[in-house]
């Protein structure tokens, strides 16, 4: 019973961000930029240049020492470079300001530079609006 809840919870996770990232084909420039931590699908319906976060298709971030490697519950969900991120000056951090819990995220919200950057903007979609940041430089 619990594994059918998780993989709905999981479906439903890959449709919504399947939906924002049909939004950001739709509404972003192509010479825009994206950093996330959910580079798949996003990445893959936008098709902007994406910035994945967690290394996983990032060869600066995945090559990064983890002091803390392995402790994270979650596999794949441990390296990350906020510096390197913030370097890159992607159009769009596709965090939501509330959800800071995959590692890395928190960290590159409190970096100063950061606020002076990006503005937290809503997202309309379906089933209701998320909040996530685009760069001041933006225009809407």
């Given at each position: 019973?619990?594994?059918?809840?998780?993989?709905r919870?999981?479906?439903?996770?890959?449709?919504?961000?399947?939906?924002?990232?049909?939004?950001?084909?739709?509404h972003?420039?192509p010479?825009?930029?994206?950093?996330?931590?959910?580079?798949?699908a996003?990445?893959?319906?936008?098709?902007?240049?994406?910035?994945?976060?967690?290394g996983?298709?990032?060869?600066?971030?995945?090559?990064?020492?983890?002091?803390?490697?392995g402790?994270?519950?979650?596999?794949?969900?441990?390296?990350?470079?906020?510096?390197?991120?913030l370097?890159?000056?992607?159009?769009?951090?596709?965090?939501?300001?509330?959800?800071?819990?995959?590692?890395?995220?928190?960290e590159?919200?409190?970096?100063?530079?950061?606020?002076?950057?990006?503005?937290?903007?809503?997202?309309?979609?379906?089933?209701?609006?998320?909040?996530?940041?685009?760069?001041?430089?933006?225009?809407?």
């Amino acid at each position: 019973m619990a594994l059918q809840g998780f993989g709905r919870c999981v479906g439903n996770l890959a449709a919504a961000v399947v939906e924002q990232g049909k939004w950001l084909k739709e509404h972003a420039s192509p010479d825009d930029t994206l950093a996330t931590p959910m580079a798949g699908a996003l990445a893959y319906y936008s098709g902007l240049r994406t910035y994945d976060m967690l290394g996983l298709t990032d060869a600066h971030i995945a090559h990064v020492n983890m002091p803390e490697m392995g402790r994270f519950y979650l596999a794949g969900h441990e390296k990350y470079d906020p510096v390197y991120i913030l370097s890159k000056r992607p159009t769009y951090v596709w965090v939501s300001p509330d959800n800071v819990w995959i590692p890395g995220t928190r960290e590159l919200l409190e970096l100063p530079a950061f606020a002076e950057i990006y503005e937290v903007f809503q997202v309309p979609l379906r089933d209701g609006t998320i909040e996530v940041f685009r760069s001041r430089e933006r225009k809407p």
